[in-house]
């Protein structure tokens, strides 16, 4: 089959709000490049499976590529996708030059390429996300294994934001505990809360794509009775008179959403009230810039600050509702 790729030149602070306009615009699948240096000094103490080639794209910079089936109106994807790119700067995220080509490829081309570069991935004291294509022994009894296809939904656990969501979660999570996660894209904070003891997880994605993904990646590790996904723009199903069977109690004692800053200051009220007395929200996906326009949201919605976790350019807070 032949799909049409779409490829924008950006930066790596505005690759997930962009991969999301490529996906409600209707792509079949988008992958990312982003600048990598072999050579820069990692923290390698819970181990280190891969490395991917080192390529020339400049630091901070990245290519997003979009594919689109046949009978697609590529020139109309392509007027909306460089409108709400632009749109970017009004909420002062930089995407760059922003420059955008086209090409046909063939299915082979793209769509499963990447999964020669996702090895097994530790990423925590407890957590190794293995792609279910991969073979991978455990090296302790006390190390979880988070089975994962991403399929075309957003998150295989290796980019920095999910990574640091992760490790929060393993300090905050308590056995028993139903949780909420806000933006699942592939399911994977969901599988780690379980495999960390909790006993419910409703995981909300407005992507079908992703809701698709991430009932499949429940079902490979055996949570499709823990885990409930549904399809929810952020909080909104919570606050539905008539609501699908949720799966957990509210209100809950964690919620944790890996998404892009500017959609975490939108429902802070809602995560508060979504929250126990004591609960905490991780958030996640906020990039260096606007670290302090979120921990003053955080903080005037009345949450406290626990935590502050940072991997390379990306923060997540963890804030205890009083």
Known sequence: MIWTEIKIHTTEEAVEM?????????AGGVTIDEHVDNNKPRDTSLGEWYEIPPNDIPEGEAWIYGYFPEGTDIDSVVKQVSQRTEELRE???DPGSATISVKDVSEDDWANNWKQYFKPLRVSDRLTIKPTWEEYTPESEDERIIELD???AFGTGAHPTTSLCL?????????GDEVIDVGTGSGIL??????LGA??????DLDPVAVSSATENARLNSMDDRITVVESDLLSVLGKGTVPELGVKLPVRVVVANILAEIILLFLDDAYQALQPGGYYIASGIYKNKEQVV??????????ITETARDEDWIAFVARKR
């Not at 969901?190 to 495999?195: K, P, R, V």
């Open 150 to 152: 991403p399929g075309m």
């Open 91 to 93: 909420y002062d995220i």
């Open 199 to 204: 006993s419910r997880v409703l995981a909300l």
């Open 190 to 195: 969901a599988i780690g809360a379980c495999l």
């Open 18 to 26: 962009i991969s999301n306009f490529m996906h409600e615009a209707g």
């Open 295 to 304: 921990k003053e949201g955080l903080l005037a919605a009345g949450f406290e």
């Open 167 to 175: 490790r929060t979660l393993e300090g905050v999570i308590q056995e």
